[in-house]
Structure formats: C-alpha cells, structure tokens
T-cell receptor
Framework: DADVTQTPRNRITKTGKRIMLECSQT?????MYWYRQDPGLGLRLIYY???????NKGEISDGYSVSRQAQAKFSLSLESAIPNQTALYFC???????????????FGPGTRLLVL | QKEVEQNSGPLSVPEGAIASLNCTYS??????FFWYRQYSGKSPELIMS????GDKEDGRFTAQLNKASQYVSLLIRDSQPSDSATYLC??????????FGKGTKLSVKP
C-alpha cells in the first residue's frame, strides 16, 4: 500500500461549490503539506502543518482552508471553487527534527481538479 | 521572496550521453538541497539530497553543490529514454519548507 494517499484522484466540480481533498499517510510523519501545480508555474505551497496543533499559510492560501484531523490526516478545502483553482494538487509529508528527516518530503499521487 | 531558478528546457540529449541540469538559488543561508524527478501527470519523487559543498554520487546520478556560487546541479550519466522527465530542484527555506524551482524538462532520444 502507498505511504501517502490522496482522495479523490480526479474531481470535476462547478463554480461556487465547496469541495474537500483528503490526504492520509502511514509514514508516521509529523509534517504535512498541500501544494498545487500548474503548467509553467511549478509547485506552489498552499498550507503546511508541522504537527496536529500547528497550521501555517503558504505562498497561495487565499481561497483555501485546511484541517489537520490527526497526525495522519490533512484535508484541503476549497470553500467556493472558482475556475482558476483548476490544477493538480499534491499532498506531501516529512519527518521531524528528532528523526533528522524533517526536510525530505514524500508526495502523494495527486488529485486532478477541474472547476467548471 | 526566496527564489530557485532552473532553465525550463527542454533539454534534449542522446541516449548514453551525460545530461547536466542546473539550479541557482537566492537565499545564501540555505543549507539543504534536493532533486526530484517528475514524470508527466505523476507525483515528484526524490532522487537525491545534498548538504555539503562538492559532489555526491548515487548510481548514475551525481549532485554537485557550490554554496559560494549558490549553485546546485544534477548530472545523469549514461542517460536512458526512461530518464525523460521534468527535474525539480528544491531548497529548504527559512520556514523549514521546500522552495521548488519550476523544473527542467529532459528528453533523452534513443
């Protein structure tokens, strides 16, 4: 089984709808991240969480919110989806300072989102 | 805003040749550097990390770091068509996150 999973893998929605993308991991990592990827723009950080009680905005957090339900789960919500949020979304995880692997990130398979 | 710059390519090399991918970064205090490979429509996968000046080799891959010049590179020896992908350079920023370059697309021609 994959260490980092994302659901759904593909999603089509309409403008104004609220949707949630989910990420789960079995790596035992404390740190989790949400990115979006657009052609020509690379990977951009939306939100990140270094532990269950720590949530931080990334480069492009407007229009998004997150919830860290447990160490293993980190969800991304689009409160009112708009077409320019059409993108490929990735969740990633990394370890802790105590294990020395806090910087190496491992990515989930991605969610392809289309907002009509 | 800290930046990581890569030539977008595409970089085209013949099979068996050495592919050289380059990356520069703006934050002089950065200490940790990563190379990821991403096939079209797939997620990035870690190839190598490098933390000290000099070269680090892993199989056909060699990462090179020059902190004085704020430059990190990836060499792929004996390039294979299966190496055709986009290569992402990433640098750890001041908040402990990775800052990614936009990637260089590599095409290895049989």
């Amino acid at each position: 089984d994959a260490d980092v999973t994302q659901t759904p893998r593909n999603r089509i929605t309409k403008t104004g709808k609220r949707i949630m993308l989910e990420c789960s991991q079995t790596k035992g990592h404390d740190r989790m991240y949400w990115y979006r990827q657009d052609p020509g723009l690379g990977l951009r950080l939306i939100y990140y969480s270094f532990d269950v009680k720590d949530i931080n905005k990334g480069e492009i957090s407007d229009g998004y919110s997150v919830s860290r339900q447990a160490q293993a789960k980190f969800s991304l919500s689009l409160e009112s989806a708009i077409p320019n949020q059409t993108a490929l979304y990735f969740c990633a995880t990394s370890g802790t300072v105590w294990t020395g692997d806090q910087e190496t990130q491992y990515f989930g398979p991605g969610t392809r989102l289309l907002v009509l | 805003q800290k930046e990581v710059e890569q030539n977008s390519g595409p970089l085209s090399v013949p099979e068996g040749a050495i592919a050289s991918l380059n990356c520069t970064y703006s934050d002089r205090v950065s200490q940790s550097f990563f190379w990821y490979r991403q096939y079209s429509g797939k997620s990035p996968e870690l190839i190598m990390s490098i933390y000290s000046n000099g070269d680090k080799e892993d199989g056909r891959f060699t990462a090179q770091l020059n902190k004085a010049s704020q430059y990190v590179s990836l060499l792929i020896r004996d390039s294979q068509p299966s190496d055709s992908a986009t290569y992402l350079c990433a640098v750890v920023g001041s908040q402990g996150n990775l800052i990614f370059g936009k990637g260089t697309k590599l095409s290895v021609k049989p």
